[in-house]
């Protein structure tokens, strides 16, 4: 399926998973951004059969939840061990202002390099926001302090390869995610966390397709 968009859209394509405390088999669904926060959906069920409408991205956020908002930092120059953003990464930070235009941040978090602050100091700047520092080796007590002190609020954290799959497991309590692979960079999770350990996770992919 195909249909024109305006010059600065994106196709932004999505996986949906949900966990709850039962077990279930994960719905999938298909997402494509048209505009800034609305997405057009395309449902392919076990007989593929393909199924279609429109929906707001804020309609996952629930007021009576905390949201995480999980990415892995933007594209690097590669330059020395702390390496600055591409320009490829830059428009990929500058994209994610655009995703995140209408969802109400209450804090942004990152880790302390130079390329994660830079793919979050874009954003948090945006919704006026200072970017608070986390450390990646203390994920647990860190998402204890999120939904202590952010609780019914939307955080986006901005991570690693390896950080941002450890987060989605302590958050979800699950063991699922492992290590994204080291070329891509449009991966972004929406976790919406009643408790930690119970969660549910729409999978998005943003900006540039990465390989």
């Known amino acids: 399926m195909s249909q024109k968009l305006p010059f600065y859209s994106v196709f932004l394509f999505a996986i949906f998973s949900l966990f709850i405390a039962c077990k279930k088999d994960p719905e999938v669904i298909t997402k494509t951004v048209i505009e800034k926060d609305t997405v057009l959906v395309t449902q392919i069920d076990t007989v593929f059969v393909t199924l279609t409408d429109t929906v707001s991205l804020t309609n996952y956020i629930q007021d009576t939840a905390t949201t995480f908002i999980l990415i892995r930092h933007a594209e690097t120059t590669g330059t020395g061990t702390n390496p600055n953003l591409s320009a490829e990464g830059l428009a990929r930070a500058e994209e994610l202002i655009r995703i995140l235009k209408n969802v109400e941040l209450k804090a942004v978090y990152s880790t302390n390099y130079n390329r994660t602050l830079q793919t979050a100091q874009l954003t948090g700047g945006d919704h006026g926001l200072i970017v608070d520092q986390y450390i990646p080796s203390a994920l647990n007590s860190f998402a204890d302090d999120v939904l202590l002190n952010h609780h019914g609020s939307n955080v986006l954290v ?17 063991n699922s995610y492992t290590d994204i692979p080291e070329m891509e960079y449009d991966n972004l999770y929406l976790v919406t966390v009643f408790e930690k350990g119970r969660a549910e996770v729409l999978h998005l992919k943003y900006g540039k397709p990465t390989p």
């Open 158 to 174: 901005v991570g690693h390869s390896n950080t941002t799959p450890d987060l989605l497991n302590v958050l979800t309590g699950l």
